[in-house]
């Protein structure tokens, strides 16, 4: 990134293509962090966790597990459906039909197994709310560079120094945070 804001600062002289650069940059940056793999492991423990609350359907499970992790978890239908069905196969879980999805609940033998582990839901670890914590702050910063982009690409030139003025603020306020003691 370095070289790729014109001279004079961010937004100054007629080098707004250069600031696209970079924004674009930044943006494609912080999204190759913002990725977290978890086990397969995890995958059958939150199932089962959340199952023990109540029967549901696969996309609820998979809403869930997102939800309660902070965003830091989406698993892909690609991992929960495999292990529902592993879940079904081991008669841990069972599947019933009801307005054309399925439902899937935790059997007798299925209540035994989350009640005889000492295993908390994935998304209560620590690890889970690392996870949340290093996935929410780089999501904001793509947020924020797709917002200095639209301004930068449709705003006039007043438009631009204004959210110049606001990012050179941002950045400031955040260093600041740093310095805090």
Do not use: C
Request: hydrophobic share 40%; glycine share 12%.
């Amino acid at each position: 990134m370095k070289g790729s804001f014109p001279v004079g600062g961010f937004g100054a002289g007629h080098n707004i293509e250069g600031m696209w650069e970079a924004m674009e940059e930044m943006r494609s940056g912080f999204e190759k962090r913002a990725g977290s793999r978890v086990g397969r492991g995890d995958v059958r423990a939150a199932v089962l966790a959340l199952l023990a609350e109540k029967p549901m359907h696969g996309y609820q499970i998979i809403h869930e597990i997102e939800e309660r992790s902070g965003g830091a978890w989406k698993p892909s239908a690609g991992s929960v459906y495999p292990t529902l069905q592993l879940l079904a196969d081991e008669g841990l879980i069972s599947v019933e039909e009801s307005n054309g999805r399925k439902i899937y609940s935790l059997t007798e033998a299925g209540r035994e197994v989350v009640a005889g582990s000492d295993m908390s839901a994935p998304w209560e670890s620590s690890a889970a709310t690392a996870g949340a914590r290093f996935t929410a702050l780089p999501r904001a910063g793509v947020e924020l560079a797709q917002a200095a982009a639209q301004v930068g690409r449709t705003g006039s030139p007043e438009q631009v120094q204004e959210a110049v003025t606001v990012l050179d603020e941002a950045r400031r306020r955040l260093y600041s945070i740093l310095a805090q003691v």
